[in-house]
């Protein structure tokens, strides 16, 4: 247990069993606290060496000998928090930085039934405490009935608590997962042949996910692309005011 907790600091192995005996002994020679923990005296200096480095372990010369003992604990405990501390104090530049040159789409994909019900879930808390609605082109065609089963029993009262508005684009006024739109969210109907959506993709928070919960194919997928969210913004809307007039 210990030697996990210890590990979590980022310290190896060797590196736990040095710091471990250093606590044993207090304060002892290299020679001796190699013989503690069954490595060499060369390693174990090395270790040390290392230790001393990152201020776990204190090093004084004592008679022209080097003696090691370990910081206490509680010091090693709070030297971490003021590592977090300090790092939380960098995050602004950090993000400026990363904000700056992180010029790269991302890509989530999940490729199974469960994955794709918890990223409906993900979705609507990502986006519950912002005042802009979902923009949404609506699937419209047959749906896996486990899907269905999902949406009917599991999801559509926990949407239905969330206050996040939704504007839906639909291609089918008659399939079911429409008639849920249009009971509870502010939808455009376009009843042309020529419009048909194959998968539903939403539209939140710089992102885009195109979700398809077909019999023949169930996958989600999640593109976080500020380029690529506004030109489908832009898409809707367009949509939405030719429509709506």
């Known amino acids: 247990m210990i030697q996990k907790i210890l590990n979590d600091y980022w310290l190896s192995d060797r590196q736990v069993k040095t710091y471990i005996a250093c606590l044993e002994l207090w304060n002892s020679i290299a020679s001796s606290i190699a013989r503690r923990i069954s490595e060499n005296r060369i390693t174990t200096y090395s270790i040390l ?4 480095s990152r201020w776990i372990i204190n090093e004084v010369q004592k008679n022209w000998v080097k003696h090691f003992s370990a910081i206490s604990p509680e010091e090693l405990l709070k030297l971490e928090e003021q590592k977090i501390n300090r790092f939380k ?15 790269k789409a991302k890509v989530h994909y999940y490729d199974w039934l469960d994955k794709v019900k918890e990223l409906f879930f993900k979705i609507v808390d990502e986006w519950n405490d912002l005042k802009e609605p979902f923009l949404t082109f609506v699937w419209t065609q047959k749906m896996d009935y486990r899907f269905e089963k999902f949406l009917n029993n599991e999801f559509k009262d926990y949407r239905l ?29 376009i009843d042309d042949s020529v419009f048909e959506m194959w998968n539903e993709i939403v539209l939140y928070n710089n992102k885009v996910a195109v979700l398809s919960y077909s019999e023949d194919e169930i996958f989600g997928l999640i593109i976080e692309s500020r380029i690529l969210f506004n030109w489908l913004k832009s898409m809707f809307n367009l949509i939405w005011k030719a ?3």
């Open 49 to 52: 060496k290392e230790l001393v």
């Open 89 to 103: 104090d960098a995050m602004p530049e950090l993000m400026a930085i990363s904000n700056l040159y992180n010029n």
């Open 243 to 245: 429509y709506k007039r």
């Open 161 to 189: 608590k969330l206050e996040t508005p939704t504007k839906a684009i639909i291609s089918d006024k008659n399939s079911n997962y429409s008639k849920y739109h249009q009971d509870n969210h502010n939808c455009l109907v």
